[in-house]
């Protein structure tokens, strides 16, 4: 089998696997042998001469003189302007299309069976052994092996409101296993430190000196959510430090806030922390003003900024889900109905958009936890919801993104079935069966790419129905603009 050496298609950009590419129909093998390259420069560049086939909103299919056919899709955009045609000859190093910068581009040889060892170049080099797709499929399903998380949960909050004690407390209860569903931290230093600063909470005799001393650097944990033996997904948690949406917005320049702003913006789900010791006493609306004054004052209008700069890109904020912590401390002083009355009142920027999804979690870290001077027992309630119902909207976002694959798929198969149509009817002598032959195999290739990326969206739909179902208990989600039990959206 020929082994082929490729320029990359992008001339800036770092490679790295498809794996790591962030779009599951990729990262799973069914789009073909390739690789992905991110901080690119925003151009597409000829790898080799040849021509132009396709043309997609954010994709293209190019062949060189040799007959490889390489698909080139940039992530999470469409391009602003193409500098070619369909059927266009083009050569090597010419500029094909321009998208925004810093994207991820994925490149593949579509015909990748009929070679061996494919290498990219610029910048590096980047080789990619022959492999079945079944083999692929494989891998992509322990992603954990190489320490990249499907999907990100940002969680913001105050100082003190109970950020850390979530993590740990969530992590704990889940490792042990709720309702079926457990996590673990493929990473073992991960692993061991959440561990060993649970067993501090649940050290009684300390009283107020069980409780994690105020973080001070983001951390990132990794970790991978399964039901039963079958995994759902793995996710990254970002335990961030309170003041940092303070410090990020006194100091916009800071590398700090560009991340927090990239982490939310990659997130299937917001979170944000409300500390439950503002529900204590008192009736809603001073409740509400505590709210506003210790919290809501400080995210609203960071939130409002995120929005308003995620429209001008055609985004929308991720669904939010609002932790409320401590609730051991409130829940005989605040009804569900009072809750809701709070949140919408002191969070409003989040509810201006019809399409907005918020849902009120209630947690805490143990009914008695404070009493006899902090030494109550650890029981936490509710502390699985939060995951499940991030996890309901990664899933939500991965089948999005198979629908949108096998929708190119299918464009594509049409395309390939009218210029095959249209060369079958053309005189013998013209007729050029070589090409007839390759499009027939690239509708083979794509009926099989389908049935591939079918299977995963089934095991996906599979995943979200019963999380939709075990989440029927959540007293109170927003979306289509009221309030409802449980989630079906
Ligand atoms: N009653 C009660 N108190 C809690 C609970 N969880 C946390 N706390 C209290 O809240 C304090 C702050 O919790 P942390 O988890 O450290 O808060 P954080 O948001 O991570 O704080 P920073 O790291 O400073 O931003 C703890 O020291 C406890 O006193 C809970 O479930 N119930
Ligand atoms: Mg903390």
Known sequence: ????????????????????????????????????????????????????????????????????KLFI??????????????????????ILAY?????????????????????????????VKPQSVESNRKNNSSREENGMAERKFTILGEMRSGKTCYLLGMYSEMTAGVGGYSIIAPNPDEDSDLTRRYQRLTNKKQGIDRFPLATNVASTYNFNLQYGLEKIMSFEWIDYPGNFVDAAQRDIANP?????????????????CMDGEN?????V????????????KRINPYILKLADKLNGQGKKLPPVGIIVTKWDLCLHSTTEDDLREIVEESFNSLFTSKDSIVAIIP????????????????????????????????????????DQQI??????????????????????????????????????????????????????????????????????????????????K
């Not at 309630?381 to 939500?396: Q, V």
């Not at 594509?412 to 005189?427: L, M, V």
């Open 285 to 296: 609306k001073q409740k509400i003003k505590r709210v506003r004054n210790s919290c809501a």
């Open 363 to 402: 947690v805490s870290l143990g009914e008695t936890i404070m009493d006899d001077s902090v030494s109550g027992e650890l029981d936490p309630i509710n502390i699985e919801l939060p995951i499940l119902y991030g996890i309901r909207f990664a899933l939500r976002d991965q089948i999005k993104q198979i």
């Open 407 to 488: 929708d190119n798929i299918n464009a594509d198969t049409y395309r390939s079935k009218n210029w095959r149509d249209k060369e079958a009817d053309r005189w013998f002598f013209w007729r050029d069966d070589d090409l007839i032959r390759s499009l027939e195999a690239d509708m083979r290739n794509n009926r099989a790419r389908n049935v591939e990326l079918e299977k995963i969206k089934d095991a996906m739909k599979r995943n979200r129905g019963r999380l939709e179902r075990d989440l029927e208990d959540l007293q109170s989600v927003f979306y289509n603009g009221e309030w409802h039990k449980g989630i079906s």
């Open 73 to 94: 899709q940039v992530g999470d955009s469409s391009f602003y302007e193409e500098a070619c045609k369909e059927n266009q000859s083009i050569t090597a190093n010419q």
């Open 99 to 127: 998208f925004n910068i810093n994207k991820v581009v994925m490149f593949t040889v579509k015909n990748s069976l009929e070679f061996g060892d494919i290498t990219f170049q610029r910048n590096g080099q980047y080789t």
């Open 1 to 68: 089998m020929r082994n082929v050496i490729l320029n990359a298609p992008v001339e800036s950009g770092q490679f790295m696997s498809l794996k790591d590419c962030g779009e599951t129909s990729f990262a799973s093998g069914a789009m073909g042998r390739g690789a992905a390259a991110r901080n690119t420069n925003g151009r597409i560049i000829a790898p080799f001469s040849g021509r132009v086939l396709k043309i997609f909103r954010n994709a293209m299919e190019i062949i060189s003189n040799d007959g490889i």
């Open 256 to 272: 700090d806030y560009v991340k927090v702003e990239q982490s939310i913006n990659e997130s299937s789900t917001l979170f944000i």
């Open 279 to 283: 529900l204590v006493d008192g009736n």
